[in-house]
């Protein structure tokens, strides 16, 4: 059974960093490939970021230059690593695995960690 | 970018009642559109995907319906578990998702 499990989320002031760890079991994180989608409060949610079983790597506009995607394939774990960090990153980030048939799209998801961007 | 856009953003119904919640897309997905369902402090579920295609192991009171830019969810016969927040997802060009449609109880 795919589970994911997100940790590493908290307050943190703007300009600051955090790193978001995903535990992932039931597959292998070497071989997926893996997103990140968050939703802010109020907000639908919002793809922020993947990375595809080549290593290949894409970011959302609003994170592109602040945010690096990467996992541990010995841990089997998925990372996001948050820098400069603003109030509208405010949101609960959810780590997913993605499907391909045709297109790529998401189907686990894990509960989500709340990140909170203030002063 | 692709926008998306569902309506409505909230919908009051009863159990048994059947419900249908729309998705259109700013330019054609073609059929690239996933809908999942989502509860408060919950991990998000994927129903449909290819717009029309059941996850394996959701119930078959729900279907999909649509291409190129209009998509519907319906639900037909609306059940105590349904109660929930659903959110479409196209995947043709990066992903990007609609606002959600909350399913509250009458």
């Known amino acids: 059974e795919v589970q994911l499990v997100e940790s590493g989320g908290g307050l943190v002031q703007p300009g600051g960093s955090l790193r978001l760890t995903c535990a992932a079991s039931?597959?292998?994180?070497?071989?997926?490939?893996l997103s990140w989608v968050r939703q802010a409060p109020g907000k639908g949610l919002e793809w922020v970021s993947i990375?595809?079983?080549?290593?290949?790597?894409h970011y959302a506009d609003s994170v592109k230059g602040r945010f690096t995607i990467s996992r541990d394939n010995f841990k089997n774990t998925l990372y996001l690593q948050m820098n400069s960090l603003r109030p509208e990153d405010t949101a609960v980030y959810h780590c997913?695995?993605?499907?391909?048939?045709?297109?790529?799209?998401?189907?686990?998801w894990g509960q989500g960690t709340l990140v909170t961007v203030a002063s | 970018d692709i926008q998306m856009t569902q309506s409505p953003s909230t919908l009051s119904a009863s159990v048994g009642d059947r419900v249908t919640i729309t998705c259109r897309a700013s330019q054609s997905i073609s059929y690239w559109l996933a809908w999942y369902q989502h509860k408060p402090g919950k991990a998000p579920k994927l129903l449909i995907y290819?717009?029309?295609t059941l996850e394996s192991g959701v119930p078959s009171r729900f279907s999909g319906s649509g291409s190129g830019t209009e998509f519907t969810l319906t639900i037909s016969s609306l059940q105590p578990d349904d109660f929930a927040t659903y959110h479409c997802?196209?995947?043709?060009?990066?992903?990007?998702f609609g606002q959600g449609t909350k399913v509250e109880i009458k």
């Open positions: 997802q196209q995947y043709s060009s990066y992903w990007t």
């Open positions: 039931g597959f292998s994180v070497s071989s997926s490939s």
């Open positions: 997913a695995t993605d499907r391909v048939d045709g297109r790529v799209f998401t189907d686990h």
């Open positions: 990375i595809f079983g080549d290593g290949s790597t």
């Open positions: 290819k717009a029309s």
